[in-house]
């Protein structure tokens, strides 16, 4: 599967986005897909997480109640909604596929990423 992440950009503090990730190749529904982030000089970090049908989401503690995953199999898309920005939010953003269980917030449980799409949120 290919996967394309889209919808960064500069944003002021207090803002939303929403970031696609388009997949190409296997039926979506194949694949429980995330989201990660780089913020800069600092590790890939797990942002959030959701099964294969939309059934179960997961986020990290620094993103509940301010992010929303969610996924349409038939246009094969997973979408993050990011509201209430802060400056602490800016990152590359990746949407990475996976067909194993396993821990959601390991990367190497992720076979397949995006080429990431750049969040900056100014204060």
């Known amino acids: 599967v290919q996967l394309q992440a889209s919808g960064g950009g500069l944003v002021q503090a207090g803002g939303s986005l929403r970031l696609s990730c388009a997949a190409s190749g296997r039926t979506s529904s194949s694949y429980a897909m995330g989201w990660f982030r780089q913020a800069p000089g600092k590790e890939r970090e797990f942002v959030a997480h959701?099964?294969?049908?939309?059934?179960?989401?997961y986020y990290a503690d620094s993103v509940k109640g301010q992010f929303t995953i969610s996924r349409d199999n038939a246009k094969k898309m997973v979408y993050l909604q990011m509201n209430d920005l802060k400056p602490e939010d800016t990152a590359v953003y990746y949407c990475?596929?996976?067909?194993?269980?396993?821990?959601?917030?390991?990367?190497?449980?992720?076979?397949?990423w995006g080429q990431g799409t750049l969040v900056t949120v100014s204060s």
């Open positions: 959701i099964s294969r049908y939309g059934g179960m989401t």
């Open positions: 990475a596929a996976t067909i194993r269980d396993g821990s959601i917030w390991d990367e190497s449980l992720y076979a397949y």
